[in-house]
């Protein structure tokens, strides 16, 4: 049995998600334990009760990165198998990176709380929003931004070749909304996230960031991992540090990425977070093989008594 992981990043996030596996694995509370105690902060208080900084992206990332490590931390201790390739959404990046040993535990959570400062502050005070279009080729939805000529209005996600996601000034964004269905978009979704990831206007926290990853150690991971900014494994630590930063003012190609993940011609696709958000969206990339939230916690023990040792 071969396997990709899938880390996903913010989106996916929902109120009391992983409530019964707090409940039946301690790593989850140790693991949350130890965010808390860097934030400062009751992130157990905020995922369980019904608090609007879950989809604060300094909040967010945070507790996303923590629940997905706390998953793999008991695919590891059961002696799992580790995958053949892993990929992971913007925030979920950097959840492969810790899970795959390329980051220390203390350095990932360093990171993600500079990434969340740096791009809370490059949004500074303009008024954005992300909105998800459905239904719409990536390439001609690119055409409608371009003839609208705006002043902030950018395609950041190119998920699927149905589904784009888009960056732009809130009011910009709602007036775009007809040009989009009258193109033949069925849908346009807002999402819940507070700034305008992988767009020009992160160009500010991309720049900070290398700053950091000099004083951070990255180390080979122990899994591959298909970088979003080139949809590609990277060669080197320093290819790994160069994607990172520009990863959060670039565009993420997921649709690249998983035509890249096809080729491994993998069995089984595990998403290791909230929801199956990316396993929907891999199956509209027609990625083949069978799909597994972790979230589920019927499938997750199914899998850890399956595939443990």
Known sequence: MSFSFLFPGQGSQYTGMFKEHFEEFSEFSEILGLGEEYYKEDFKSIIFTEDPRLS????????????SYALFKVWERHNCPMPKISAGHSLGEVSALLCSGGMSFEDALKF??????FMIESKGDTK??????????????????????????????????????????ADEIESVKNDLAENGAKRVVDLAVSVPSHSS??????????????????????????????AKVPITLAEIAENLSYQVSKPVQWVSSMNRLKKYGLDMHLE?????????????????????????IDKFKELLSTYGK
């Open 128 to 169: 954005t929003k992300m909105s998800a279009v459905l239904g719409l080729d990536g390439s001609e939805l690119q055409k409608i931004l371009t003839n609208k000529k705006a002043k902030f209005l950018e395609a950041v996600n190119f998920n699927s070749p149905t589904q784009t996601v888009i960056a732009g000034n």
């Open 112 to 117: 993600i709380k500079c990434r969340a400062t």
């Open 56 to 67: 604060d992206t300094y909040y967010t990332q945070p507790i996303l990165m923590l629940m």
């Open 201 to 230: 206007l992160m160009s500010i926290a991309s720049t900070k960031l290398k700053l950091v990853l000099d004083e951070i150690s990255l180390n080979k991971p122990d899994f591959p991992i298909i970088q979003n900014f080139q």
């Open 272 to 296: 290791f977070g909230p929801n199956k958000v990316l396993s929907g969206l891999a199956k509209q990339n027609r990625v083949t093989g069978e799909f597994a939230s972790l979230d589920n």
